[in-house]
């Protein structure tokens, strides 16, 4: 059974680049279809995209933080990883990632982990 | 842009609730997808496709739409139904969620 977990720091200073961390079970990112998305959510805001990587090694970004974005795999460890550079306080939001089954959707989630941008 | 209302629903338990997600440009029915969050937990897929159900979803919950508007259904609101729902569309390209409707005990 499907499962993810991220992993990262809980505070990072303003202008610094975040690296979050996805470690998975269930799936592997060497099977075709499979992938793996990130999302945040600000705290008491909407869900908003931010990545995706596919088993082909594929990238997708949000448009609007797609300078700041990069996502890469480790298929050995099953883990994919998120950096955002150049953080500032509107950044402050649980960042979750998330299974995309084949057909597109997000059927399974992690937990989420809450990065607070703060000098 | 997927656009949600109403932004809070106010209902009792035993009534029906009508949720509606209005996209700016045509959105293909295989790829639109809601959630449900309830406070401190992650999103938990409810819909995917327009109208399948999820694994675990009771049929009290149906999708419906094509086009630029789609709409969640829950025939008889049950107490663990109060919850904050995201209507999404997935394509190969990118990935939109809405702002969300925040479905509330009267």
């Known amino acids: 059974q499907i499962a993810l977990k991220e992993s990262g720091p809980s505070l990072v200073k303003p202008t610094q680049t975040l690296t979050v961390t996805c470690t998975f079970s269930?799936?592997?990112?060497?099977?075709?279809?499979?992938?793996v998305a990130w999302i945040r959510q600000p705290p008491g805001k909407a869900l908003e995209w931010l990545a995706l990587?596919?088993?082909?090694?594929?990238?997708r970004y949000s448009p609007s933080l797609e300078n700041r974005l990069t996502i890469t795999k480790d298929t050995s460890k099953n883990q994919v990883v998120l950096t955002m550079t150049n953080m500032d306080p509107v950044d402050t939001a649980t960042y979750y990632c998330?299974?995309?089954?084949?057909?597109?959707?997000?059927?399974?989630w992690g937990q989420g982990t809450l990065i607070t941008v703060s000098s | 842009v997927l656009t949600q209302s109403p932004g809070t629903l106010s209902l009792s338990p035993g009534e029906r609730a009508s949720l509606s997600c209005r996209a700016s440009?045509?959105?293909?029915?295989?790829?639109l997808a809601w959630y449900q969050q309830k406070p401190g937990q992650a999103p938990r897929l409810v819909i995917y496709?327009?109208?399948n159900r999820a694994t675990g979803i009771p049929d009290r919950f149906s999708g419906s739409g094509s086009g630029t508007d789609f709409t969640l259904t829950i025939s008889r609101l049950e107490p663990e139904d109060f919850a904050v729902y995201y209507c999404?569309?997935?394509?190969?390209?990118?990935?939109?969620f809405g702002q969300g409707t925040r479905l509330e005990i009267k």
């Open positions: 998330a299974h995309r089954e084949p057909l597109g959707y997000f059927d399974h």
């Open positions: 999404q569309q997935y394509g190969d390209t990118r990935v939109t």
């Open positions: 269930g799936f592997s990112l060497t099977t075709a279809g499979e992938g």
């Open positions: 990587i596919y088993w082909s090694n594929d990238n």
């Open positions: 496709g327009t109208s």
């Open positions: 440009q045509s959105v293909r029915t295989d790829y």
